[in-house]
């Protein structure tokens, strides 16, 4: 059965910078999508990032373009989410997701992880 635990979350002042990752287990990792969600307190879930099986590929949400990156390392099954110069309203629990397709919904997404809390402060 596939898992992803997501890692890497916590407080930062606002204009700081975290790194996610995502390491995947019990999946064929180097074939699936792997994509990056947020839930704010109160609100919907909302897409961030998608990465393509190959890493060649990018989309990324409007408001995290350019203060955010996504990556993956096949050889470690790991995906990765940099974030730079963040916002108070990025403040959310940050899902990753595996699907052989994702769309920015999540619909598609086979497997998810249990979040991992970024919090950010003024």
């Known amino acids: 059965q596939g898992q992803l635990v997501e890692s890497g979350g916590g407080l930062v002042q606002a204009g700081g910078s975290l790194r996610l990752s995502c390491a995947a287990s019990?999946?064929?990792?180097?074939?699936?999508?792997m994509g990056w969600f947020r839930q704010a307190p109160g609100k919907e879930r909302e897409f961030v990032a998608r990465i393509s099986w190959t890493g060649i590929s990018t989309i990324y949400a409007d408001s995290v373009k350019g203060r955010f990156t996504i990556s993956r390392d096949n050889a470690k099954n790991t995906v990765y989410l940099q974030m730079t110069s963040l916002k108070p309203e990025d403040t959310a629990l940050y899902y990753c997701?595996?699907?052989?397709?994702?769309?920015?919904?999540?619909?598609?997404?086979?497997?998810w992880g249990k979040g991992i809390l970024v919090t950010v402060s003024l």
């Open positions: 997701a595996a699907g052989l397709s994702i769309t920015s919904k999540g619909d598609g997404a086979e497997y």
């Open positions: 019990g999946l064929a990792f180097g074939t699936y999508v």
